[in-house]
């Protein structure tokens, strides 16, 4: 019986073996990491608006004045002496509390949005996703390809070359 449970064993580990090398042997193509690069360089393009979209609910709320009250609120935010000592306004507090609303929500908007990328097999697809990922695991070289061609994209689509 121990003779069967071994042989079973050495089996399932040489198919194991054997998988992860059909694995490792799948090649990745140009047109799938053009595409992982254009989905990573979208994602940061997609947080870089949300951000200035912060920057200018802050700079533009009239309630609030501008960056420096935001930066005075935010230094006694939590604490009510602190508000209670920069004379903080219940509309104040309304404004404050929307931007940091706004911005609690932006790590998951940036998620669904990289995410809604993944799952669009004519974007990306999550087959291609999961390859490149553990294609990058491999071989570094392959990151240091996608960081380059990821900055070609962001370079273009400054130009004005279109929508990466």
């Known amino acids: 019986m121990k003779k069967v449970f071994l042989l079973a064993f050495l089996f399932m580990g040489i ?4 998988s992860v090398a059909q694995e490792a042997a ?3 193509t140009e047109e799938e990491i053009l595409k ?11 947080l870089a608006e949300k951000q200035e979209e912060l920057v200018e609910m802050i700079k533009g709320d009239s309630t609030l004045g501008g960056a420096a009250r935001y930066n005075e609120i935010k230094g006694a935010w939590g604490d009510d002496t602190k508000l209670a000592e920069i004379n903080i306004t219940e509309e ?28 669009d097999a004519e974007k990306l697809g999550a087959g291609t996703y999961n390859k490149i990922m553990k294609a ?13 061609l990821i900055s070609e994209l962001g370079k273009k ?4 070359e279109g929508n990466v």
């Open 92 to 119: 104040e507090k309304a404004a404050f509390q929307k931007i940091q609303d706004f911005m609690d929500s932006l790590g998951e908007s940036v998620k669904n949005y990289k995410i809604d990328f993944i799952k």
């Open 36 to 46: 992982f690069a254009t989905m990573e360089e979208s994602v940061a393009n997609f």
């Open 15 to 18: 198919m194991s073996v054997k």
């Open 157 to 160: 689509r400054e130009e004005g």
């Open 136 to 148: 990058k695991s491999a071989d570094p070289s392959l990151n240091e390809k996608i960081n380059s």
């Open 26 to 28: 799948e090649e990745v």
